[in-house]
């Protein structure tokens, strides 16, 4: 599904954020990328969404090298992979509801494909009854979970999410994780940095250890584990 | 794109010029004073081109006659003009009749030319000529000239002349002076998009994450500066006709006596005003997206 082949971000500073990570991602894997900050994980999330492109290697996902990949097809490409962050990037003057349906709007998605799809979504991440609440109006995990909702409702195959659960107390970072969990249960792959060190050793998935740039550790069923 | 999604960039276009009020009305202003100015040039010069088409029309050559003349080199003289190549109609107007409709001319307040009579007239002999064509005018004026028994040779095209000068002056100076203002328009449209981009530079981000294409995102801004150069446009349709419209009722409310101003007949309010809104539609929308165009080029990184 996914495949970093000798991958190295130096940034413009000549900050070298990653350096030669080779790393593969099955279909409908779980991974945790943890490491101190600093350590490169949201590069390495930028690097999937294509919000850069690396220095050197290539990436691959579904078999293509989107390190090659043009750029008028970026925005499809980026439509095949649902984004949540710690900071849930809402908008605040939209429903929850027309956050979500926002996503499928850029789709040229029809009204009657929304009003279909949008629902069924919130129902899935437990909001439905907040859809027309504006993001304001709710308490962080809900937001989080609008976010959630917003990247499913095109059904993604990668779910990627940098931490997620930053912003979140300890019972609402598990409903999160819930969720998460459950959409990566229906098939989608899912790849997420975190530094909540609970939730890595209470999930036992693969686990992907970052440090100043380098991989230094790849279990299955890992802890949360940062090099001192 | 699909037709609902148009129909959402142009709402969106429409939200942002209302979401960005001081902007918006400093653009509006901008592109309406500039094309009020382009307006006010076509005016003139479009009643300008009518005159000089009507004086083309009627080119009329009028020989003016030393008072010496005799009767026989006159009548000699009319049936040499007669022999010139584009004449249409040729008439000789003795002094007695130039008196007589000089005094018909002033009305009721001819006891003025009271004291003229035959014996002292002060008007010459003429032969007032009519031609086929404006292009024989400097022939024949020529022509007349090299009789001795010619005073003065004139004719309308001096006239066509200095008011094809004005048209000519008007337009170039008019035309300066509406670049130098859509060039300001331009300016503050482009400025107006990129607070636009800027007050919107969450939901860019966002849309970029969530696989909008550029055009999806560029379209709401490009559709703002429309409406911009659209509003812009309506506006100085409205002040133009309204400041015509005017013109026309004053000049109809005044009685012209006089030939040469009865020539200043203001062409009516439709013909003015159907190409110069055509126009300002096109300039203003053009140049609306022109610098939207612009801004999101240099400030929407998509
Ligand atoms: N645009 C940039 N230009 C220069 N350096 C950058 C840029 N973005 C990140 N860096 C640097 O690259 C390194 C890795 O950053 P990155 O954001 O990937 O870390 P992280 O693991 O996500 O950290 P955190 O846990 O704090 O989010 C950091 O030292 C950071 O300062
Ligand atoms: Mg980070």
């Known amino acids: 599904m996914i495949r970093f082949e000798n991958v190295t971000m130096v940034y413009d500073n000549g900050h070298r954020a990653l350096n030669n990570i080779n790393l593969t991602i099955g279909n409908g894997e779980f991974v945790f990328i943890v490491g101190e900050s600093g350590a490169g994980k949201s590069t390495l999330i930028k690097l999937l969404l294509k919000e850069i492109d690396p220095t050197a290697g290539s990436i691959f996902v579904k078999d293509m090298d989107i390190t090659k990949m043009k750029r008028k097809d970026i925005p499809y490409y980026r439509r095949g992979i649902g984004v949540v962050f710690q900071d849930f990037r809402l908008l605040p003057h939209k429903t929850v509801y027309e956050n979500v349906a926002f996503a499928m709007e850029i789709m040229e998605a029809s009204k009657k494909e929304i009003r279909r799809q949008v629902p069924a979504v919130l129902n899935m991440v437990g909001l439905a009854p907040k859809a027309n609440s504006f993001p304001g109006q709710l308490s962080g995990g809900e937001q989080q979970r609008t976010s959630l909702a917003r990247a499913l409702v095109n059904n993604p195959s990668i779910l990627i999410a940098d931490e997620p659960t930053g912003n979140l107390d300890t019972a609402t970072a598990g409903e999160i994780m819930k969720i998460i969990n459950m959409i990566n249960h229906r098939g989608t792959t899912v790849l997420m940095a975190t530094h909540a060190r609970e939730i890595v050793d209470s999930m036992k998935k693969r686990v992907i250890t970052l440090h100043k740039g380098a991989m230094v550790s790849d279990k299955e069923k890992g802890e949360y584990f940062v090099e001192a | ?246 013109l026309v009722s004053r000049m109809s409310g005044s009685p012209v006596q006089s030939n040469l101003l009865s020539l200043f007949q203001l062409l009516p309010l439709e013909r003015v005003m159907y190409p110069v809104s055509a126009l300002f539609l096109l300039v203003g929308v053009m140049v609306g997206t022109t610098a939207s165009l612009l801004s999101i080029s240099r400030h929407l990184r998509v």
């Open chain 2, 1 to 246: 794109m699909k037709l609902r999604t148009w129909k959402r960039m142009a709402k969106q276009g429409f939200h942002n010029v209302f979401r960005n009020r001081i902007m918006s009305l400093a653009s509006v202003s901008a592109i309406a004073a500039a094309l009020f100015v382009l307006g006010l040039v076509l005016m003139v010069v479009m009643n300008i081109n009518n005159i000089v088409a009507s004086l083309e029309s009627k080119v009329e050559v009028t020989i003016f006659l030393k008072s010496e003349a005799q009767r026989l080199d006159i009548q000699s003289l009319e049936r040499q003009i007669k022999s010139w190549e584009g004449i249409s109609e040729l008439r000789f107007v003795s002094k007695q009749e130039a008196l007589n409709t000089w005094k018909e001319e002033w009305g009721d307040k001819k006891y003025l030319l009271d004291g003229y009579h035959a014996g002292n007239n002060p008007l010459p002999d003429s032969f007032h000529i009519k031609l086929e064509k404006p292009e024989y005018v400097a022939d024949i004026v020529e022509k007349a000239n090299a009789f001795k028994m010619v005073e003065k040779v004139q004719y309308s095209k001096d006239v066509v002349d200095s008011i094809s000068s004005i048209a000519s002056t008007t337009r170039i100076f008019g035309l300066i002076i509406v670049a130098v203002l859509i060039a300001m328009a331009m300016i503050i449209i482009h400025n107006t998009i990129r607070i636009s981009v800027y007050s919107r530079r969450r939901e860019v981000n966002i849309m970029k994450y969530i696989g909008a294409t550029d055009w999806y995102i560029r379209w709401p801004f490009l559709m703002e500066g429309m409406v911009l150069g659209l509003f812009g446009a309506v506006i100085s349709g409205g002040l133009t006709a309204g400041v015509y419209s005017m």
